[in-house]
């Protein structure tokens, strides 16, 4: 059984689970590439320019940290792989270390709202950040660059509305206005905490004037 699995309570269930984009890794590992290519050229050149230098050490003392630097990179890549951003029926995890962990956790309820942002390159490419915004003492909890954000938010937001119990209910038929405008403002509440989106409100919205 996984790391994530072990941290799920009874009955609780993964919605959506995702990782930074590959970008990320990607320009470690490019710059780490340019630093192997330094060493290289170095390891020819320090004999050249000084010829008093044991060209032995000059390849002992390169080689060392050309292996720094690909264990460094080696390291990028097993960090990128063990760190997850999860949504479940009941909270937020993000998860990250390789073998020692660090898991930060917010729950459904006490989220109070959602911000995404995306770049040209991030619509692009499909990534951006999301800020978790709570009522903890931690505040804001950042997910930087990870892929397919605006599914992450939209899973989150759905999560949330289940939790409170506004989704998966069985459809009602309104007999007065005024039960509709009860709903409309339960539904706008839901909106202005991030819950829901502006489209989603306004599909509920015409879907509860459709049954008057």
Same mark, same amino acid.
């Given at each position: 059984?996984?790391?994530?699995?072990?941290?799920?309570?009874?009955?609780? #269930?993964?919605?959506?689970?995702?990782?930074?984009?590959?970008? &990320?890794?990607? =320009?470690?590992?490019?710059?780490?590439? &340019?630093?192997?290519?330094?060493?290289? &050229?170095?390891?020819?050149?320090?004999? =050249?320019?000084?010829?008093?230098?044991? /060209?032995?050490?000059?390849?002992?003392?390169?080689? =060392?940290?050309?292996?720094?630097? &690909?264990?460094?990179?080696?390291?990028?890549?097993?960090?990128?792989?063990? #760190?997850?951003?999860?949504?479940?029926?009941?909270?937020?995890?993000?998860?990250?270390?390789?073998?020692?962990?660090?898991?930060?956790?917010?729950?459904?309820?006490?989220?109070?709202?959602? /911000?995404? #942002?995306?770049?040209?390159?991030?619509?692009?490419?499909?990534?951006?950040?999301?800020?978790?915004?709570? =009522?903890?003492?931690?505040?804001?909890?950042?997910?930087?660059?990870?892929?397919?954000?605006?599914?992450?938010?939209?899973?989150?937001?759905?999560?949330?509305?289940?939790?409170?119990?506004?989704?998966?209910?069985?459809?009602?038929?309104?007999? /007065?206005?005024?039960?509709?405008?009860?709903?409309?403002?339960?539904?706008?509440?839901?909106?202005?905490?991030?819950?829901?989106?502006?489209?989603?409100?306004?599909?509920?919205?015409? #879907?509860?004037?459709?049954?008057?």
């Amino acid at each position: 059984m996984s790391y994530l699995h072990n941290l799920l309570g009874e009955g609780e #269930e993964i919605v959506f689970t995702t990782r930074q984009h590959w970008f &990320i890794p990607l =320009a470690h590992i490019l710059t780490e590439l &340019i630093v192997l290519v330094i060493l290289s &050229i170095a390891a020819i050149v320090v004999p =050249a320019v000084f010829p008093n230098v044991p /060209q032995g050490m000059v390849y002992i003392v390169m080689g =060392a940290l050309g292996l720094i630097v &690909i264990l460094s990179a080696f390291g990028d890549i097993m960090r990128w792989r063990n #760190e997850q951003f999860v949504i479940t029926d009941r909270r937020v995890l993000q998860l990250q270390g390789v073998l020692s962990k660090n898991v930060l956790d917010s729950s459904l309820e006490k989220i109070t709202d959602v /911000q995404l #942002e995306q770049s040209l390159v991030g619509r692009m490419f499909n990534f951006g950040n999301v800020d978790i915004l709570t =009522a903890s003492d931690e505040g804001v909890n950042r997910m930087q660059a990870i892929r397919r954000p605006i599914e992450f938010k939209r899973a989150m937001m759905d999560s949330r509305a289940r939790y409170d119990g506004y989704l998966d209910r069985a459809p009602v038929a309104y007999d /007065q206005p005024r039960d509709v405008r009860a709903v409309l403002e339960q539904l706008a509440a839901l909106r202005d905490r991030g819950i829901l989106s502006p489209a989603e409100f306004e599909a509920k919205k015409r #879907e509860l004037l459709s049954r008057i």
